[in-house]
């Protein structure tokens, strides 16, 4: 067992989404999608502490969401910033202190379907290598276009990034650092081991292509059926 630390993002505003409300607190069958998501780590028992990152505009709603869900004992709660970025870094400062090689996990509230032994996965690889990331191999033809040309990817080298991604509590809270003294903003966390770090090696565990972020609405047909074949199962 690999114990860890969990920072789930849910500051943003769903703006995609469309939904008149943050997209944390839309209905999918029984519950809402952030429960769902946080449900995948309160039943996973290598989690030690969930850090949730959330908007101050949200705070009454969500401390009545984790009341209602009987979660309110098991979440920190931590106001979050303008960017993800910046959100994911107030999650890391607001950690109690803890090892510097203790395996911390950033994960997008938006990702209900994350599976548990891509969690015990990734805390493992984490533990070992520093720094990890979930993705899948990316299945459409990429283009790259620049003013005057346009060219084919091997897409035998392009992966997705997902979330969680998992680091070191010392080298993720160091590369947020970095990047927040240099106002540098990267579209993921790996990346800013990859900006100030190169000489650390990030690895990737395959994923599903099933942990999905819901960020439009046609996301949520996918995320109905999915927790329809999660049901039958
Ligand atoms: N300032 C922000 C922005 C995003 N997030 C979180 O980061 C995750 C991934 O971001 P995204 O899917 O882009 O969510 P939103 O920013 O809410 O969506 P949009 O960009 O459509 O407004 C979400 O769980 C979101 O709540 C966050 O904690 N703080
Ligand atoms: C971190 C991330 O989920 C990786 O896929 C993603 O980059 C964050 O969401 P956004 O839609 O790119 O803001």
């Known amino acids: 067992m690999v114990e860890y630390h ?3 993002l849910a500051a943003g505003q769903g703006k995609r989404m ?6 944390q607190f839309i209905q999918l069958q029984d519950k809402p999608l952030i429960v769902h998501t946080l449900m995948n780590f309160i039943q996973d028992e290598w989690c030690q502490s969930i850090y949730m990152v959330i908007s101050q505009e949200d705070q009454l709603a969500m401390e009545g969401l984790l009341k209602e869900h009987f979660l309110f004992d098991h979440v920190h709660l931590v106001h979050g910033g303008k960017e993800r970025q910046e959100s994911g870094y107030r999650g890391i400062k607001a950690i109690q202190p803890v090892q510097p090689d203790a395996v911390v996990m950033i994960h997008d509230g938006a990702r209900p379907f994350v599976e548990k032994k891509h969690l015990h996965q990734l805390a493992v ?5 520093k720094a990890v990331l979930l993705a899948v191999q990316v299945t459409d033809t ?3 276009k620049t003013i005057d040309s346009v060219e ?7 992966w997705a990034a997902q979330t969680p ?11 947020h650092e970095m990047a927040n003294d240099q106002e540098f903003l990267g579209t993921d966390d790996a990346s800013l081991v990859e900006e100030f770090m190169p000489e650390q ?10 942990n999905v972020k819901l960020t439009t609405p046609e996301d949520l047909l996918r995320a ?6 999660k049901g039958e199962a």
């Open 165 to 175: 991604q998992a680091f070191h509590y010392s080298l993720i809270k160091k590369v």
């Open 18 to 23: 469309n939904a008149g409300k943050n997209k």
């Open 201 to 210: 090696q990030v690895k990737i565990v395959e994923g599903s292509y099933q």
């Open 125 to 129: 690889t984490a533990k070992e290598e």
């Open 152 to 158: 084919t990817l091997d897409r035998s080298f392009l």
């Open 224 to 229: 109905e059926l999915i927790l329809n074949k």
């Open 142 to 144: 990429i283009k790259r």
């Open 6 to 8: 969990v920072i789930v």
